[in-house]
C-alpha cells in the first residue's frame, strides 16, 4: 500500500506557473505508475498527465499538453506536475494517483485504473 500527499497548490494569475509536487510513503516506489488527475466544481474529475514506473513514458491529456510536464523522482519517492501558461479553465483540485504498473512503460489514464490517491491541492487560477 501507498500513501500519497499532494502540495504545491495555491492561487495564480493567467499566465503564471505552478509545480505540483507529490510524495509517496513506502520503500518501492518504482513499481508504480503514477497520474495526475483534477477535478473541477460540479465536474467529473478527468485525467491531466500520466508517467510510467521510471517515468520513461508519459501522456498527456490535449487540454494541457504543450504546458504540463509530468515527471518523478524515484530517489525522492516524489511524481511531479508542472503547470505552465496557466488558464482559469485549469482551475481545479488536483489529485495524485498510484497503482501497481508489472510492465515498466505502461501508463493508466482512467480513475478507475487507481486505487491510491492523495486528499488533492486546490489550483485556482484567476483571469
Known amino acids: 500500500q501507498v500513501q500519497l500527499v499532494e502540495s504545491g497548490g495555491r492561487l495564480v494569475q493567467a499566465g503564471g506557473s505552478l509545480r505540483l509536487s507529490c510524495a509517496a510513503s513506502?520503500?518501492?516506489?518504482?513499481?508504480?505508475?503514477m497520474g495526475w488527475f483534477r477535478q473541477a466544481p460540479g465536474k467529473e474529475r478527468e485525467f491531466v498527465a500520466v508517467i510510467s514506473r521510471h517515468g520513461d513514458n508519459t501522456y498527456y491529456a490535449d487540454s494541457v499538453k504543450g504546458r504540463f510536464t509530468i515527471s518523478r523522482d524515484n530517489a525522492k519517492n516524489t511524481v511531479f506536475l508542472q503547470m505552465n501558461s496557466l488558464k482559469p479553465e485549469d482551475t481545479a483540485v488536483y489529485y495524485c494517483a498510484a497503482r501497481y504498473s508489472a510492465h515498466v512503460g505502461s501508463v493508466y489514464y482512467s480513475t478507475t485504473e487507481y486505487p491510491y490517491w492523495g486528499q488533492g491541492t486546490q489550483v485556482t487560477v484567476s483571469s
Open positions: 513506502g520503500r518501492t516506489f518504482s513499481i508504480y505508475g
